[in-house]
Nanobody, 122 residues
Framework: QVQLVESGGGLVQAGGSLRLSCVVS????????MGWFRQAPGKEREFVAA????????VYTDSVKGRFTISRGDAANTASLQLNSLKPEDTAVYYC???????????????WGLGTQVTVSS
């Protein structure tokens, strides 16, 4: 069984930064592409960013380009999302996701974490 665990959420003022991390654990020998989604109150879950298992082919939704950076960790099946220049509209629960390719993540990830809250105050 594959499990994803996020960490690093919190409360920050507008303009501040946070770093989210995600680890894939469980019985798997695969290397996964990893990504992030977010869901704000009263809104649908939306794609934020994804990166391939090798660390290339990073893709972002337009609203976070230039502010957020997704990267792979040194350990296999780990990833981080650096959130800079945060805005109140970035407030949401952020979910880590994993699948074999970034395209599959963008379409319908097979694996999800439970989410971590990011709150940006104005």
């Amino acid at each position: 069984q594959v499990q994803l665990v996020e960490s690093g959420g919190g409360l920050v003022q507008a303009g501040g930064s946070l770093r989210l991390s995600c680890v894939v654990s469980g019985r798997t020998t695969r290397y996964y592409a990893m990504g992030w989604f977010r869901q704000a109150p009263g809104k649908e879950r939306e794609f934020v960013a994804a990166v391939s298992w090798a660390g290339g082919n990073a893709v972002y939704t337009d609203s976070v380009k230039g502010r957020f950076t997704i990267s792979r960790g040194d350990a296999a099946n780990t990833a981080s999302l650096q959130l800079n220049s945060l805005k109140p509209e970035d407030t949401a629960v952020y979910y880590c996701a994993a699948d074999l390719t970034t395209r599959q993540i963008m379409e319908a990830p097979s694996y999800w974490g439970l989410g971590t809250q990011v709150t940006v105050s104005s």
